[in-house]
């Protein structure tokens, strides 16, 4: 099946900071989703980017199809943007496989 | 729109207990999914439905049941819990359309069993 994994699994940050997450894939794929897992555990969808490249405020992310990765971009840290990061790819309809995540802590 | 909404939010059961948890979504979505987490991981499937009166067999099947009578409502069943069944449930729908596949989670369940 589909590995994913997901780099760095751990990033500390002064707040203001800018950072890179990553997500590497080991098969084709025509699903990928971002969520963010906030400190109460709710899953909260980031982006759903199969290919190219989007913006949602401080946030974007792009996926290179091709080369199998996708990236996702914070600017100006908040620490509200502490939690876990999760990269989710998959085939179709059924199975969305999940990287371990990585967890983003944003300090004041 | 609530979304996609589960019942109970926590729940301690037993070992040997059974329990159902409730998943609905008002977005007449097709898919609906059941996925477990344990700590420090990602989430795994359990059972998928890709709709009414169809379910299917996910990565971690074994000990649970499900059933999808309404198109609304995905069942999330543990017949007889063990304590390797302590976790988070996350249910999740989808649709196709302009966004395939795109799942969208609800809040979980927070399950020990002890």
């Known amino acids: 099946g589909i590995q994913v994994e997901q780099s760095p699994p751990d990033l500390i940050l002064q707040e203001g900071a800018n950072s890179t997450l990553r997500c590497n894939f080991s098969d084709s794929v025509n699903n990928l989703q971002w969520f963010h897992q906030n400190p109460w555990g709710q899953l909260i969808n980031l982006f759903y980017i199969p290919s190219g490249t989007k913006q949602n405020g401080r946030l974007s992310a792009t996926t290179v199809a091709t080369e199998r990765y996708s990236l996702l971009y914070i600017s100006s840290s908040q620490t509200t943007d502490s939690g876990v990061y999760f990269c989710a790819v998959a085939e179709g309809a059924q199975k969305l496989v999940f990287g371990q995540g990585t967890r983003l802590t944003i300090n004041p | 729109n609530a979304g996609v909404t589960q019942t109970p939010k926590f729940r301690v059961l037993k070992t040997g207990q059974s329990m159902t948890l409730l998943c609905a979504q008002d977005m007449n979505h097709e898919y609906m999914y059941w996925y477990r987490q344990d700590p420090g991981m990602g989430l795994r499937l359990i059972h998928y439905?890709?709709?009414?009166?169809?379910?299917a067999k996910g990565e971690v099947p074994d000990g649970y049941n499900v059933s999808r009578l309404k198109k609304q409502n995905f069942l999330l069943g543990l017949e007889s819990a063990a304590p390797s069944q302590t976790s988070v449930y996350f249910c999740a729908s989808s649709r196709p359309g302009l966004a395939l596949y795109e799942q969208y989670f609800g809040p979980g369940t927070r399950l020990t069993v002890t």
């Open positions: 439905s890709v709709g009414e009166g169809t379910t």
